[in-house]
T-cell receptor
Framework: DTAVSQTPKYLVTQMGNDKSIKCEQNLGHDTMYWYKQDSKKFLKIMFSYNNKELIINETVPNRFSPKSPDKAHLNLHINSLELGDSAVYFC?????????????FGEGSRLTVL | AQSVTQLGSHVSVSEGALVLLRCNYSSSVPPYLFWYVQYPNQGLQLLLKYTTGATLVKGINGFEAEFKKSETSFHLTKPSAHMSDAAEYFCAVSGVTGGGNKLTFGTGTQLKVEL
C-alpha cells in the first residue's frame, strides 16, 4: 500500500519524443511536488501544487508541463525530450504548504533520453 | 534565499564507529531543517527534522542531529555505524516561497561503512 506511487519506474526514449510520468498519493495531503535528481544526485524542485493550484514554478523549460487533476494526483508531461532531461524524477507530497512540513517521496522515475 | 551546505561528498567509517555527517545552513528566518536518507534506486526517507523546541532531535535507525544556531549547523550523528547505514544522506532546509513550502537540499553525502 504505497503512500506516494509513480509510474513508470523506468522510461527509455528517443530525443524529440513526448513522455509523461504519473504520480498518486493516498496520504490525503494537499501539496504535491516534482523534484529532479541529476546524475550527481543533486535534487532540485521543479513544481509544487497545493490543492490543484500551482504555487511553485521554478525556472523550468516550457517543455515541462505539470497537471493536477485532483489533489491526489500530479502528473508531469515533457515535450520534445532532450539528452539533458535524463534524470530521476521524484514526486513528493506534504500535509501542508507552509514551512516545516516534511515531504514524503515516491520511489522515483528514471528517465533516459537517447 | 535559504541554502544548506554539506561538507564532504563521501564519508567512510568502520562498522561500529561514530558517524558524523556535517550540514551548515543559511537562512534569514528561523529554519526548519531535515535529514533524509536515500538507499540505492529508492526514494528519500525522512530520518529526522527540526522545527522548533528541543535542539537535539532523535530520528529513526539510531540517528540524531543537533541544531546549533550559533554555528548555523545541523550535523547528523550516530554512535555506532552499521553496514545497513551505507546510503546517500541529504540535509535540507525548508522555506516558504510564494506561499509554498519548498525544501532546498544539500548536495548529499555518500556514507560508506567498512568491515
Amino acid at each position: 500500500d504505497t503512500a506516494v506511487s509513480q509510474t513508470p519506474k523506468y522510461l527509455v526514449t528517443q530525443m524529440g519524443n513526448d513522455k509523461s510520468i504519473k504520480c498518486e498519493q493516498n496520504l490525503g495531503h494537499d501539496t504535491m511536488y516534482w523534484y529532479k535528481q541529476d546524475s550527481k544526485k543533486f535534487l532540485k524542485i521543479m513544481f509544487s501544487y497545493n490543492n490543484k493550484e500551482l504555487i511553485i514554478n521554478e525556472t523550468v523549460p516550457n517543455r515541462f508541463s505539470p497537471k493536477s487533476p485532483d489533489k491526489a494526483h500530479l502528473n508531469l508531461h515533457i515535450n520534445s525530450l532532450e539528452l539533458g532531461d535524463s534524470a530521476v524524477y521524484f514526486c513528493a507530497s506534504s500535509p501542508r504548504s507552509g514551512g516545516g512540513g516534511e515531504l514524503f517521496f515516491g520511489e522515483g522515475s528514471r528517465l533516459t533520453v537517447l | 534565499a535559504q541554502s544548506v551546505t554539506q561538507l564532504g561528498s563521501h564519508v567512510s567509517v568502520s562498522e561500529g564507529a561514530l558517524v558524523l555527517l556535517r550540514c551548515n545552513y543559511s537562512s534569514s528566518v528561523p529554519p526548519y531543517l531535515f535529514w533524509y536518507v536515500q538507499y540505492p534506486n529508492q526514494g528519500l526517507q525522512l530520518l529526522l527534522k527540526y522545527t522548533t523546541g528541543a535542539t537535539l532531535v532523535k530520528g529513526i535507525n539510531g540517528f540524531e542531529a543537533e541544531f546549533k544556531k550559533s554555528e548555523t549547523s545541523f550535523h547528523l550523528t550516530k554512535p555506532s555505524a552499521h553496514m545497513s547505514d551505507a546510503a546517500e544522506y541529504f540535509c535540507a532546509v525548508s522555506g516558504v516561497t510564494g506561499g509554498g513550502n519548498k525544501l532546498t537540499f544539500g548536495t548529499g553525502t555518500q556514507l560508506k561503512v567498512e568491515l
